[in-house]
């Protein structure tokens, strides 16, 4: 059995009672993005699970072998850093790994970062996208226009050295005047949500520094 086991985007006790049980006894290895953040969340919870690194680094090489060991009867538990595994994290391939092998795969509900920024933003959320980090480089502007042109609001996940960048492109492909939410440190304690024309975002956060790991919603071109 594979467990997937959301984790807490900030807060620490934004996690569930059966995401601790399963932690603390229901597998015998966690599989961790970082093992370092990872052993924070269980030594606040007193959880001894031994850790295993797995991160986007190490996954294709990993995969194999961590299957193998689930297919002869090993239950372990997937974790990210924060947030739900495969959601702009590692996690898919070996999901996809353990469907092909024919390893039982249960995902546990719990934190993602999208869903209280899109909710909290104000913006219409009866239908969004999801983009998730934009390319770097190469497609960035090819998806930037795509998403201008979506008729519902879209999401995407920003670091905060790129938020500039990102506010001054989303201007020019959506106008100075469409929607948007810049969402940062979301459930910890300097958590703010602000909701604005894109043009007012830009100028908002480029007169300070800004830390956090970031959410932006944008409304959709009809709304």
């Known amino acids: ?3 997937v086991v959301p984790t807490p985007i900030g807060n620490l006790e934004d996690i569930t009672l059966r995401a601790l049980r399963i932690l603390r006894e229901g597998v015998s290895v966690i599989l961790a993005e970082d093992t370092r953040t ?8 007193e959880i001894r699970t031994p850790l295993r690194a797995f991160h986007a680094h190490n996954e294709h090489a990993t995969v194999s072998k961590i299957v193998a060991e689930l297919a002869a009867g090993a239950s372990m538990a997937l974790v990210s850093d924060a947030g739900t595994p495969g959601i702009s994290d590692p996690g898919f391939l070996l999901v996809r790994a353990c469907r092909q092998a024919g390893v039982r795969v ?26 998730g980090f934009l390319p770097h480089k190469k497609g960035r502007q090819t998806r930037l226009k795509y998403l201008a042109a979506l008729p519902h609001t879209f999401v995407l996940y920003e ?21 948007a939410c810049v969402a940062r440190e979301l459930t910890k304690v300097h958590e703010e ?5 894109l043009a007012d975002l830009l100028t908002a956060f480029g007169s300070r520094e800004v830390r956090g790991e970031i959410v932006l919603v944008v409304s959709g071109k009809d709304d």
Do not use: I, K, Q, W
Request: with cysteine; hydrophobic share 40%.
């Open 1 to 3: 059995m594979l467990y």
């Open 38 to 45: 990872t052993r924070h969340l269980l030594e606040r919870y």
């Open 106 to 131: 249960e995902c546990l509900p719990g934190p993602t970062a999208f869903v209280p920024a899109l909710v909290a933003s104000g913006l219409p959320c009866d239908r969004f996208h999801f983009e």
């Open 159 to 179: 670091s905060p050295h790129r938020l500039l960048r990102c506010l001054s492109e989303l201007v020019e492909v959506c106008g100075p005047e469409r929607m």
């Open 193 to 197: 949500v602000a909701t604005a024309p």
